[in-house]
């Protein structure tokens, strides 16, 4: 996020690579370096609707369709939003339809999925793990990365398998599980180094900004990358329900415009925070790795770090490395999506990563996007 004490990004930051340039022609046609117009509308049909529209019409149609509600996932190729109703209620089908999006029969309601994540966090809170509810194939999706082995990979097992037959299945990672909080040259406190995620107002009217809790916990005082001061922590969450921390400016004067400096002297000016939905493109912004895109694949995921269980998370596959810790994730037309947790691999061989929701986030700490 760009503001008046950290310099401006003259390009595409170092270790963004050829996958970083690619996302930036993507999204690029959609930023601007004057912050002058914005993008146009997407046009919104009976059928064909954007990812934000289909995470309010999932949110909505989850309310309303109560135990019958399988979960929902964006169809980006089509642009259509798929709804799983379970058991195959005709009326609730009825409903979906309705509504513009695609109903599926599944066999799993989500809250039936929501009770074997619960189950897992009392029975497998083993660091190393993660799982999210994946609507595309009606299961939870469990991932273990290279640490569980011997008796902490059969106690997994056991786990996922008492939950009985199509409700959950595991996957391992190449990668560990971790924060990425080391690296980058963004904004530094108590040692370590992160990434700016979103400026914001405060309810009193104090310009600050979003990162990861995990950084925020490390240092009440952050420094810009010529060391002079820049802002104080006002709050802190990790582990627990959320990784994310609030900085408010320590000079008023501070300019906290609400956009993304995407690099190459281009800015993405922010109109929003929303909600994600499974399948649809992201981008996220590191000061280590620069500008990488991707989908999400899951929602409501819970991780077990090292330092402690979060939960709440948003899942994707969308590379990051230490230092892009508290970064931006957002879309295209400018949605605040999520601020990077951690995750497994890098942006070489790839991996899971974990976003903390701007939407919760917000709501705990009593700010808004913009002015």
């Known amino acids: ?44 049909t009976a059928t064909t609707m954007s990812a934000a529209s289909a995470a309010r019409v999932a949110g909505q149609l989850g309310e309303s369709l109560g135990d019958s509600y399988g979960g929902a996932y964006y169809d980006a190729a089509k642009k259509r939003l798929v709804v799983n ?27 039936e999925l929501t009770s074997a994540t619960r189950t897992l966090s009392r029975e497998a809170g083993i660091p190393g793990t993660a799982w999210a509810v994946d609507p595309r ?17 059969n106690t997994l097992e056991s786990a996922v398998e008492d939950l009985g ?15 990425f909080v080391d690296g980058g040259d963004a904004i530094f406190g108590g040692g370590a180094r992160c990434s700016l995620g979103f400026n914001v107002t405060t309810q009193d009217g104090q310009n600050g900004f979003l990162t990861a809790g995990h950084c925020t916990a490390s240092s009440q005082e952050w420094t810009d990358e010529n060391g002079a001061p820049l802002g104080t922590v006002q709050q802190s ?14 000079d008023p004067a501070t300019e906290a415009p609400s956009v993304v400096d995407v690099g190459g002297g281009q800015t993405l000016q922010i109109r929003q925070a929303a909600d994600a939905a ?24 819970t991780v077990n770090y090292p330092e402690g269980t979060v939960t709440g998370l948003i899942q994707t596959n969308v590379c990051a490395e230490p230092g892009d810790s508290g970064g931006s994730l957002f879309t295209r ?39």
């Open 333 to 371: 037309e400018g949605d605040a999506v999520g601020l990077t947790s951690g995750g497994s691999g890098n942006c070489d061989v790839g991996g899971e990563t974990f976003f903390q929701p701007v939407t919760t986030a917000l709501a705990a700490v009593g700010a808004r996007i913009g002015g």
């Open 1 to 44: 996020m760009s503001h008046r004490r950290i310099p401006k990004r003259k390009a595409v930051l170092a270790g963004a690579g050829a996958v970083g340039i690619a996302a930036a022609a993507i999204l690029l046609p959609n930023a601007n370096a004057s912050q002058s117009g914005s993008a146009a509308p997407q046009q919104v």
């Open 237 to 250: 969450v990790f582990p627990g329900e959320g990784d994310f921390g609030l900085v408010t400016y320590d």
């Open 165 to 179: 037959p199509g409700v959950a299945r595991i996957q391992k990672s190449k990668g560990e599980f971790k924060t």
């Open 85 to 111: 109703v379970a058991d195959g209620d005709k009326e609730d089908a009825a409903r979906v339809e309705q509504a513009g999006a695609v109903a599926r029969t599944v066999r799993n309601s989500t809250r």
């Open 137 to 153: 194939t009606n299961q939870v999706l469990v991932t273990a990365d290279r640490t569980v082995t011997g008796d902490r990979w």
């Open 278 to 301: 499974v399948g649809q493109q992201v981008f996220r912004m590191g000061s280590t790795t620069g500008l990488r895109d991707g989908q999400v694949t899951g929602l409501n995921a």
